[in-house]
């Protein structure tokens, strides 16, 4: 066997081997980047959640109070306005 065949096999080895562990360094790091980005994204999804039932019973609240203002047995000046029955 030549000296150039040994050096060849060698260098085809050390190619792979860098090859390889570059795959698996990028890989874990667009892992780890995307684990990062979906924990943000869930994070904002369920602050904005919690927004959004604080926003639902606020006007729920309000609901009830207009149709307590309304009510002529609590008062009311406006007259309520009943749907005719289908």
Do not use: Y
């Not at 096999?9 to 990028?26: D, E, K, M, Q, R």
């Not at 904002?44 to 207009?66: G, S």
């Amino acid at each position: 066997m030549n000296p150039e065949w040994i050096i060849a096999v060698c260098a085809a080895a050390g190619l792979l081997i860098t090859w390889t562990t570059s795959i698996a360094v990028a890989t874990r790091w667009l892992m780890e980047k995307l684990n990062t980005i979906k924990t943000e994204i869930l994070t904002d999804f369920q602050k904005k959640h919690e927004e959004n039932t604080k926003k639902v019973a606020a006007l729920e609240t309000l609901v009830i109070r207009h149709d307590t203002i309304l009510d002529p047995e609590f008062n009311g000046s406006a007259p309520i306005q009943r749907r005719a029955k289908q």
